[in-house]
């Protein structure tokens, strides 16, 4: 049994939010989701300040004493190894190279399990689905494209340097109209989240709007920049409007197509689609995109049993933890790992 006295905490660190969740040697959650400035940018000092302020705002939510915490679950936004931060991503430049992990724990006197964001909303997902106990790949399309993967019984795979899953660089071979490969944000060329992404659709749109048959288009004008056309985006897609609608037609179709090689690797029986386009109106119509780009690149049984035809050996579901996953990921881990006996 673990301590009945203990909680444990989950920290989301963002580009510019914290985002903090408590829960109890249940699995509970105890108090509300807490949300405080990160600060990343200036430096990781600065932002394990707003942290503090994060764990001072749980206990008093719940109810509890500070002390009554007794491990960490925290996610940074970008690849790291047993604590270190390997790259900068958006991060301030002394974040590279750190053992944040083992700085924290030394500041806080609890332990801390650390990891990054896409592997913790992937642990969240895991989380709040009590009754699954099989695999869970988390793809989640964004300003990027990112994921994690879970195996059964709900310890997340990082592989050896923490880099395992990065979805959105699995080479797809998808073209432009002018036959090249579009250039992802890392430097490749091909990447799916080239593809799959709110910079790519940006790319798209660009190109789409050059086209003759969208000239009287209301999102062709010169005046809107190309990142507020893109934001409407969505809710031209959500009214029906073709252009919208073919942009993220293709988005899903090449997703899917992305997620059956991933599904090939790994074979985790449940793909959960993530990000912002769980939550519009048309997701249920984004989904069957999906499932079309997969059904075209997996193998029959991805799809179905080979002895019992009705059996679906590949589940799809949109996410259901929303911003709070991530947080909830490392509140559920932090007590999965450091809970007493």
């Known amino acids: 049994m673990a301590n009945k006295t203990s909680y444990y905490a989950g920290l ?8 903090a969740v408590l829960v109890n ?8 989701l807490t949300e405080v ?36 679950g925290l996610d940074v936004p970008a690849p790291s190894s047993n604590g270190v931060i390997w790259g900068r991503a958006n991060l301030g430049e002394d974040w590279v190279g750190t053992d944040i992990r083992s700085k924290l724990s030394a500041r806080t006197g609890v332990p801390v399990y650390m990891t990054n964001d896409g592997n913790a909303a992937a642990l969240g997902e895991y989380a709040l689905r009590h009754k699954h ?14 994921g994690g993967f879970v ?12 880099m395992a899953l990065e979805v959105g660089h699995i080479s797809v071979p998808f073209r432009e109209d002018d036959g090249q490969l579009p250039t992802c944000s ?22 789409e709007l050059e086209k003759l048959e969208w000239a009287e288009h209301p999102l062709n004008n010169p005046e809107i920049p190309v990142e507020e056309k893109a934001f409407k985006l969505r809710d031209y897609a959500e009214k029906g409007d073709p252009l919208a609608v073919q942009i993220f037609k293709q988005q899903g179709f090449i997703l899917g197509y992305a997620i059956a ?24 119509q984004y989904m069957e995109w999906i499932e079309e780009g997969f059904a075209d690149r997996a193998w029959p049984v991805y799809r179905h049993s080979p002895i019992d035809p009705d059996k679906v050996t590949t589940q799809f579901e949109w996410a259901s933890g929303g911003d709070a996953a991530a947080a909830i990921g490392m ?5 999965e790992m450091f809970s007493e006996a």
Request: charged share 20%; proline share 3%.
């Open 151 to 162: 195996m059964p019984g709900g310890r997340g795979y990082e592989g050896a340097n923490g």
């Open 186 to 207: 890392c430097g490749l060329k091909g990447c799916a989240e080239a593809w799959v992404s709110l910079v790519a659709l940006r790319r798209r749109l660009r190109l």
């Open 133 to 146: 106990l099989g695999g869970l790949l988390l793809v989640a399309p964004g300003t990027g494209l990112g």
């Open 12 to 19: 989301d660190i963002g580009g510019t939010t914290v985002k």
């Open 331 to 335: 509140a559920y881990t932090a007590r």
């Open 37 to 72: 400035r990160s600060q990343v940018k200036d430096g990781y000092e600065a932002t394990f300040g707003q942290l503090d302020k994060a764990l001072d705002q749980l206990a008093a939510g719940a109810g509890i004493e500070k002390s009554a915490i007794a491990g960490i």
């Open 261 to 284: 090689d991933m599904v090939r690797s790994f074979d985790p029986g449940l793909v959960v689609i993530g990000g912002g386009l769980a939550e519009t109106t048309f997701r249920d």
């Open 25 to 32: 040697h249940l699995a509970e959650q105890v108090g509300p």
